[in-house]
């Protein structure tokens, strides 16, 4: 977990204050204002992971002129992904588990901040699996601050929390708002002046149907959720092969972004001499002939090697380990220059080495995930698709060697 003081709380100065959990939708936008009617000062706390961002939450603090803390919880979620107490939502979604951990997380915040008590946007009834009396009852329980976690936009349909006992929050003046049904906060909305309506957890990809299978399937053949390997499935076609995990860009851009988080043992593979998809190949276990040995065969073989100028294996490596950098701590560096380099090898401006027999290229070649992926980049390639005989190019640790197949090698995958 890391902390960022976006806008850094002051000294508390009114008689309350309350850390409120701060998604930038519209239900914890009002649970603040409505808060702040009662004398209570405001210190949003909002989350990140890879799995959603916190841009809209900044941003609308910064408009509410509200104190901001961001907490990056991108290693605990996965945790909680691999191994939710409370099962899922729809989705791959942990939202019981999840929301449980950010008020735990709020809780423990609470003294560092000069905070009184958590308060987030929650409405009674308004999800049927996450939002209902139970649900919201579990998360109370696994935030483990029992009576300290108020929810005014429903606080009058559950019991009294400390705050409102103690005289902070007047009880009267909290809501007792029920259901999906909006009408009420589109009300509070228009009273408060506010012209934007964000949607709530919108954006978080543990519900979007097409990345929780693909997660589903990456945590059946990893047998666990690899940060690394988590980026690399957000973007592109993707393939799990009993060796190795593929994943093909479909445009310009998803080709840009897989050069970016490449990391220094995966295998890029592209068409050569046309116009076609950039795919990444991150092995399952990383061979010899792919991480330290290659490095020795390559020297061996200089002659038949191209190493387009540099050695990429040291330009890819990234600042260290981190949350989107794969499981060696190789990761973003310099992948502008790799895209760059793809965009030549497909103009013919840099031409790949034949890999002959016994070459490093053969060798790696012989993978047969290197190979599904060199007839997958043929493939979606139109220009290449057509063609009696097309060539691909690997691309690995600064070398460039040039696979050739027939049509009848990649016509299975039409
Ligand atoms: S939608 Fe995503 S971020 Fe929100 S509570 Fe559910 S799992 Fe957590």
Redesign the pocket.
Known sequence: MEIFEIKKPEEKRKKARALLLFSGGLDSILAGKLLEEQDVEIVALTFR?Q??GAGQAIRLAGELGWPLVLVDISPE?IEIVENPRYGY?RQL???ID??GQMVRIAGELLERYQADFVATGEVVGERPK?QNRQALGLVEKLSGIKGLVLRPLSARLLPATIPEEKGLVDRNRLLDIFGRYRKKQLELAERYGLKEYPTP?GG?L??DPGFAARARQLMKWRGKLWPGDIELIKTGRVFFEPDGLIVVGRDERENEKIAAIAGKTDILVTTAGVKGPLAAVRLKEVSPLVADGVVKISSSHDASVNRAGEDWSDSLAGSGPGPYHDQEGAGIGRGAELARMVRQIQDGMIRPEKSGPGSVGAGIASLSVVRKACLLVIRYSRRARDKERASAAVIHRGLVFELEFQQADWGKYL
Request: overall charge neutral; proline content about 7%.
């Open positions: 992971s799995f959603f979620q939502g979604n942990p939202c999840c929301h996450s957890a978080c543990l519900t």
